[in-house]
Nanobody
Framework: QVQLVESGGGLVQAGGSLRLSCAAS????????MGWFRQAPGKEREFVAA????????YYGNSVKGRFTIPSDNAKNAVYLQMNSLKAEDTAVYYC?????????????????????WGQGTQVTVSS
């Protein structure tokens, strides 16, 4: 059974940076996709970023494009979310997720229902 463990959340000032980590464990797998979503109070879960491991293609939500990146470490089955130029509206609980089977349409990666396993979430608070 796959488990995801997130870390790295916290409080940061607007304009600052933060790096989240997500480590996957429980089985060996390939051709998977790892993604990050976030959810602010009273709002729906929002796609942030994803990386498809088969070809290392990355995807970003419009609100974070140019500010966030999703580096990864194959050897550790880990993915990160590097967040720069943070804004108050980035405040949310950030979730790591994994899709265990191949996804051939990139559009599906923006949908939370595409993903099979979720982490517990980590709070990011950006003070203005």
């Amino acid at each position: 059974q796959v488990q995801l463990v997130e870390s790295g959340g916290g409080l940061v000032q607007a304009g600052g940076s933060l790096r989240l980590s997500c480590a996957a464990s429980g089985r060996t797998f390939s051709n998977y996709t790892m993604g990050w979503f976030r959810q602010a109070p009273g709002k729906e879960r929002e796609f942030v970023a994803a990386i498809r491991r088969s070809d290392e293609t990355t995807y970003y939500g419009n609100s974070v494009k140019g500010r966030f990146t999703i580096p990864s470490d194959n050897a550790k089955n880990a993915v990160y979310l590097q967040m720069n130029s943070l804004k108050a509206e980035d405040t949310a609980v950030y979730y790591c997720a994994v899709r265990l089977s191949p996804v051939y349409s990139g559009a599906l990666l923006y949908n939370a229902r595409t993903y099979d396993v979720w982490g517990q979430g980590t709070q990011v608070t950006v003070s203005s």
